[in-house]
């Protein structure tokens, strides 16, 4: 028989939280996403349009993993067609801050990692 605390133990598949965070939100297209619903709500084809070389595949996994990690939700309309639209969690809106600073870091230091790539090259 388990006690209470063991039924509500969480099983972290990582138990380092840079490393669970970071290995979920640092690929290549989750911060644009993110970055795309900052401002609005949007439904996939606006988000496809708004990131532009993304493939509807990658998008459709990313915005699934997202979900899945509480960072966005999806809301589905029972229309026809059917309309599904993707929003910011307070979670989401929570990392806005941080990932709005790592962006402007990575504007500013763009050009001199650049460099220090090129003449690393030579």
């Given amino acids: ?8 133990m969480i099983d972290f598949e990582q138990p ?4 669970d965070v ?9 911060l644009l996403v993110l970055k795309a ?4 709500t949007l ?4 988000l496809h349009r708004e990131i532009g070389d993304i493939s509807r595949q990658m998008l459709s996994r990313t915005l ?11 809301t589905i309309y029972a229309e026809v067609p059917p309309r599904v639209e993707y ?8 990392f806005l801050k941080p990932m709005n600073i790592l962006i402007q870091w990575a ?12 003449n690393l090259s030579q």
């Fill in 1 to 8: 028989m388990t006690n209470d605390l063991e039924d509500n």
């Fill in 16 to 19: 380092c939280p840079i490393r």
């Fill in 22 to 30: 970071l290995d979920r939100i640092g690929d290549q297209w989750s």
């Fill in 37 to 40: 619903l900052e401002i609005q």
């Fill in 43 to 46: 439904r996939f084809n606006s």
């Fill in 64 to 74: 699934k993993k997202l979900e899945n990690d509480g960072y966005i939700s999806r």
């Fill in 87 to 94: 929003t910011l969690t307070d979670l989401g809106g929570s």
């Fill in 107 to 118: 504007n500013d230091n763009h050009e001199a990692i650049c460099l220090a790539r090129k």
